[in-house]
């Protein structure tokens, strides 16, 4: 069995007086020990909804969560908040995508972070200290005796998303969600941030849910990548396969909207036309309909389901996928 298996994870947001709004609409996946599995796409396809409520942190009211969530056996969806407070930091961690609003304002980053030593570690005074020193000097932090005593409005953008990091990883966990952990950094500590990663993946076993939409970071850490829109998988496959022969019109679109250092002198990108927003609702055919190349009638006569067309394990959903060039020449 996966350590973390999601089986049909649903959120939908509502109130009174407001029409519901389904943020993830059926999401699946496995993330097993040593793994690292990404979830990409665009911003309001339902990445960070999905992060949040499997660790359980999204608002009891004006929400519902459905399907399955389970960590090594346990349905993360039913566990009391308590036992569910007391995993976080130790057994589940999380690196959030804000820094700023992540971190205590009027609390210096050394307390923030001691404050899990003392809790999952049971370090104290000067050993917890000096832990809390290493964190933040193997996240790349420079001076880290100094940057304890200081405020998160004290530093910068990048060195609070490396404290966020160093935070996440201080009880080496089994499972780290990342959600978007390198989009403040620069591409050389971006780099360090990504071995840092891996190393602990490697060294201590973790299992690594990595959300991001930059393609970039999937390629060079992910195992296994699930494409999102609009709140469903669209297509699911190694990464390998994924970045070989990309099956789904939007999996297609988002790799097609990469330069390339490769590419002819002059050749224009081809992004994908439209916004998020440009979507339909699942139950009446494929939301990606409105923006894509090859959208056909088909597309709008019923839900598509996650199929294997071609190679096992990946798995697209879509009636008229992009076929290789290999298959459209024969």
Not at 10 to 37: E, H
Not at 172 to 190: S, Y
Not at 193 to 201: C, D, F, G, N, P
Request: charged residues 25%; glycine residues 10%.
């Amino acid at each position: 069995m996966a350590l973390l298996n999601v089986d049909q994870l649903s959120v939908t947001f509502g109130g009174r007086g407001r029409k519901d709004s389904i943020a993830v609409d059926g999401v699946s996946f496995t993330v097993d020990q040593g793994q690292v599995v990404g979830l990409v796409g665009e911003s309001g396809c339902g990445k960070s909804v999905t992060s949040l409520a499997l660790m359980g942190l999204l608002p009891e009211k004006g929400v519902k969560v459905g399907g399955r969530v389970e960590f090594d056996g346990q349905d993360l969806l039913t566990i009391s908040r308590r036992k569910l407070r007391d995993m976080r930091g130790s057994q589940l961690a999380m690196i959030f995508q804000d820094p700023l609003s992540s971190l205590n304002p009027v609390i210096p980053i050394g307390i923030q972070v001691t404050e899990i030593l003392q809790r999952h570690r049971g370090l104290k005074g000067e050993a917890a200290r000096k832990e809390a020193a290493d964190l933040l000097d193997r996240v790349g932090i420079p001076d880290p005796r100094r940057r304890l005593k200081e405020y998160p409005h004290q530093l910068s953008g990048g060195m609070r998303q490396r404290a966020l990091i160093a935070m996440a990883v201080a009880c080496a966990p089994r499972l780290l969600i990342a959600d978007e952990p390198t989009t403040a950094l620069d591409v050389t500590i971006q780099a360090q941030i990504l071995e840092l990663l891996k190393e602990l993946v490697d060294q201590e076993g973790t299992a690594l849910l990595m959300i991001t939409h930059d393609l970039g970071v999937v390629a060079g850490i992910c195992d296994e990548v699930n494409v999102l829109y609009a709140g469903r998988a669209v297509e699911s496959a190694g990464r390998r396969e994924l970045f070989a022969a990309p099956t789904h019109p939007y999996a297609h679109g988002l790799l097609g909207s990469i330069p390339r250092l490769d590419a002819p002198r002059g050749e224009p990108l081809r992004p994908i036309r439209g916004s998020i927003n440009d979507k339909i609702a699942w139950a009446d055919g494929c939301a990606f309909a409105p923006r894509c190349d090859y959208y056909t009638m088909e597309c709008l006569t019923g839900t598509p389901e996650l199929t294997e067309p071609r190679t096992a394990g990946h798995q697209v959903r879509c009636v008229n996928p992009v076929l290789p060039k290999a298959e459209v020449s024969a």
